[in-house]
């Protein structure tokens, strides 16, 4: 199924029958929790990465 990220609003493939991608990441229960407040759908596997990384997160944004 084609996604549009929360974040940069550009568009990526989710397979949500059989595993996705994302379930390779590897976020800690504050990432995930920042992503949950922020954002009401799915993000795309550069930003996902950049929240895992912590690059993307509320010290990146100010």
């Known amino acids: 199924m084609q996604k549009t990220c929360g974040h940069c609003h550009q568009s990526f493939l989710c397979q949500q029958e059989g595993g996705c991608w994302c379930g390779t990441v590897k976020l800690d229960s504050v990432q995930l929790a920042w992503i949950k407040q ?12 950049a929240v895992a990384a912590g690059t993307l997160s509320d010290r990146s944004i100010r």
Do not use: D, H
């Open 38 to 49: 922020r954002y009401e759908n799915c993000l795309c596997p550069r930003c996902l990465a």
